[in-house]
């Protein structure tokens, strides 16, 4: 099955200054690459996604590329903002509609 | 516009006791529907998931049961709790075919005492 590795479990950045979380597949057969975010005791909520026919997707501040070769797509937040600051998650999903998600990277913004 | 509705928020159940959370969807028909766990500080570990009411997918083996009675009803149950079965549980539903995003209650908090 599935199997989603992301990287780091924690990262800090300076406000204004980018940040980049990255994250692994195992599936060949996955097509569809959501990210997350999740604030404290919520839901996680859909930030961007994308899919397997294209490279790279933008919207306003945050970017996702997917490089399928190597099985492996990164999200780009930029000019980084305090209210950034949450968890993320991103995922992947194959066979039978399943979702896999990473193990989640705790994003802090210093001001 | 759909909905997805979960309870209770928090939980303090004691160990061997039983338990049922409840999801339900508004809104949409023949949904994916989902159980995650969250432990404390770690990533979404996927449970149970289902296609249609009876179909039950079990991802790991464990001390809890799901069950789907209804096309937009999605029961989590245990007939006795653990201390390790605490965590943060999400339910989640998507469109059942197609690549589209998975939509996530607001969690039940439980912990075993």
């Known amino acids: 099955g599935e199997n989603v590795e992301q990287h780091p479990s924690t990262l800090s950045v300076q406000e204004g200054d980018s940040a980049v979380i990255k994250c692994t597949y195992s599936?060949?057969?996955?097509?569809?690459f959501p990210w997350y975010k999740q604030e404290l005791g919520k839901g996680p909520q859909l930030i961007i996604d994308?899919?397997?026919?294209?490279g790279e997707k933008k919207d306003q501040r945050i970017a996702v590329t997917l490089n399928k070769t190597a099985k492996h797509f990164s999200l780009h937040i930029t000019e980084t903002q305090p209210e950034d600051s949450a968890v993320y998650f991103c995922?992947?999903?194959?066979?039978?509609?399943?979702?896999?998600f990473g193990q989640g990277t705790r994003l802090t913004i210093n001001p | 516009s759909q909905t997805i509705h979960q309870w209770p928020a928090t939980l303090v159940q004691p160990v061997g006791s039983p338990l049922s959370l409840e999801c339900t969807v508004e809104?949409?028909?023949?949904?994916?529907l989902y159980w995650y766990r969250q432990a404390a500080g770690r990533g979404l570990q996927l449970l149970f998931y289902?296609?249609?009411?009876?179909?039950i997918s079990s991802e790991v083996p464990q001390n809890l049961s799901a069950s789907r009675p209804q096309d937009r009803q999605f029961i989590l149950s245990s007939k006795k709790l653990l201390l390790s079965d605490s965590g943060f549980y999400l339910c989640?539903?998507?469109?059942?075919?197609?690549?589209?995003?998975?939509?996530f209650g607001q969690g039940t908090r439980l912990t075993v005492v």
């Open positions: 989640a539903w998507s469109v059942l075919l197609g690549n589209t995003e998975a939509f």
């Open positions: 599936d060949s057969a996955s097509n569809y």
């Open positions: 994308i899919r397997s026919n294209v």
């Open positions: 995922a992947a999903r194959a066979e039978a509609q399943k979702l896999v």
């Open positions: 809104g949409t028909s023949n949904p994916n």
């Open positions: 289902s296609v249609g009411i009876g179909q």
